[in-house]
Nanobody, 129 residues
Framework: VQLQASGGGLVQPGGSLRVSCAAS????????IGWFRQAPGKEREGVGC???????YYTDAVKGRFTISRDNAKNTVYLEMNNLKFEDTAVYYC????????????????????????WGQGTLVTVSS
């Protein structure tokens, strides 16, 4: 059981990029799938999650700019990133959220690392002019 993120690259501020998360060993629509990122010198943080019903939740830093979607036929989850900022530069990872994407009172993704597994290698997104 493993997830693999791909599709990262170099993009200018204000630009867009879509990264993918492919699964092996299980089907993506039976668990929540979360996106996370780790910027240089910083701790890993949550970005958002898509639950088994296809409902998405995001953290405040990316709300309104990032969109998560799922293609069941391809067993792939996507993270569409728009209006990218310098501070979005990070290695992006996907992971299985066994709690099916919990959220807080404001509707933001509120995960517990103990419920995350199937981490794979991430993909680097660099926002630079």
């Amino acid at each position: 059981v493993q997830l693999q993120a791909s599709g990262g690259g170099l993009v200018q501020p204000g630009g867009s990029l879509r990264v993918s998360c492919a699964a092996s060993g299980f089907t993506l629509d039976v668990d929540g799938i979360g996106w996370f990122r780790q910027a240089p010198g910083k701790e890993r943080e949550g970005v958002g999650c898509i639950n088994t019903d296809g409902i998405t939740y995001y953290t405040d830093a990316v709300k309104g700019r990032f969109t998560i979607s799922r293609d069941n036929a391809k067993n792939t989850v996507y993270l569409e990133m728009n209006n990218l900022k310098f501070e979005d530069t990070a290695v992006y990872y996907c992971a299985r959220d066994l709690a099916n994407c919990p959220y807080d009172h404001s509707g933001s993704y509120y995960y517990n690392v103990k419920n995350l597994d199937a981490w794979g290698q991430g993909t680097l997104v660099t926002v630079s002019s």
